[in-house]
C-alpha cells in the first residue's frame, strides 16, 4: 500500500485560561453534561493556568517520530489533527488536500479499542472528510497497538522506574495499581476495552515479577445514573486501604501505572498527581506514579513499525499475549456508542 503522508490525531486541549471552557463546551456539545459540571472539570485546567499538557506532548511525538523516520524511513511528512481542539482534523485535512496528499495513514493517539478510543477517532476523520468534500485525502487508521511489543516494553521500563523510586524502606509490600479511563459499561460491554487493559496489566506485571495488582479505573465522566468501569481509583485506595489495616496486611507503598494513556495529560496529571496524590498522603500511603510512555524510543519505534507494516503487508506483525495482533479494518458494527450517550474525555 502506498501513502503520500502521516496524520497524527489526537485529542486536543486548550492552551490558556480563556481557551478552557469554548474547548469544553466543544467537547460536551450535545452530550447532555450539567453545565456545573463542566465548571467543575474546567477548574482542573485553571489549577494549571488553563494549559492542557496534551497539545505540547504530541508535538513533542511528532518530533521524535520525524527523527525515527528520517533515520529510518519511511520518509513522509507528518501533519497533525486534533478531534476537539485546535489544530482541527478538518482544518489539517483541507491543507493536506491543498497539499497534493491523496492517501494518508493515521496513528491515533489511544492504544485500545472502544467506542470512544477507536471508533470515534474513525467517524471524526470522516467527519472532517465531508467537510472538506471532494479531494479530501484518503485516511486509514493504524491498528491497536496495546499488546505490541513496542508498547509494553516501554510500559514495563516506565513502572520499572516508578518502582525503584519508592524508598528503600517502604519496598516490603509494594502494590502495582494500574488505572485506565472509565467508559460506560454500555460501551465496555460491546468492546474488548478491559480484556485489553487486563491483558497489558498481566504482561507488564509478569515481566516485572509483581503479582500485588489490581487495574481500577479513572476519569468519569457522564450522567451521575448511567453505570461506568469500577473502582474509581480513590473508592479503591480508601477501601483498600481500610480492607488492608484490618487485616493487618496493608501496602508498603504503591506505585501508579496509568496503562491506558500514552501521555502525561492532564486527567493524568490532576487525577492522579494531585488528587490521587493527596489521598495517599492523608493515608500516610507512600506513592509514585510510573511516566506514561511518552516519547520512549521502544513506543517511537512501534509507531514506525506499524506505519510499514501497513505499507507492506508480507511483514511479521508483532503482539505480545493471547490476543494477538489486531486487524487493520474494523468491521463496521464494532464497538458501538452508548446506549444513552455517546460520552467524551475531558481532556
Partial sequence: MNYDAILVVSFGGPESKEEVIPFLENVLRGRGVPRERMLAVAEH?????????????TRDL??????????????????????????????????MKDDGIQ???????SAYSSYSGCRQYREDIARAQNEVGLGAPQV??????????????ATVERVGEA???IPENAR??????????????SMANTSDYVMQLEEVRRLVSAALGQTNDALVYQSRSGAPGQPWLEPDILDYLRLDHLREVKANKRASAVVVAPIGFISDHLEVVYDLDVEAQQLCNELGLPMTRAKTVGVHPKFIGMIRELIQERMNPQLQRRAMGSLGPRIDVCAEDCCPAGQRHRAKSLT
Fill in 62 to 95: 511528532i518530533t521524535a517520530l520525524e527523527s525515527e523516520l528520517e533515520k529510518n524511513g519511511p520518509r513522509l511528512p507528518i501533519y497533525w489533527g486534533n478531534r476537539n481542539w485546535h489544530p482541527l482534523l478538518t482544518d489539517t485535512l483541507r491543507k
Fill in 172 to 185: 516490603q509490600n509494594v502494590q502495582i495499581i494500574y488505572t485506565a479511563h472509565s467508559i460506560p459499561m
Fill in 140 to 153: 486509514d487508521k493504524l491498528r491497536a497497538f496495546f499488546n505490541h511489543p513496542g508498547f509494553v516494553e
Fill in 103 to 109: 492517501r494518508a495513514v493515521a496513528f491515533v493517539t
Fill in 163 to 165: 518502582l525503584r523510586a
Fill in 45 to 57: 485546567y485553571y489549577h494549571f493556568e488553563g494549559k492542557s499538557p496534551i497539545n505540547q506532548q
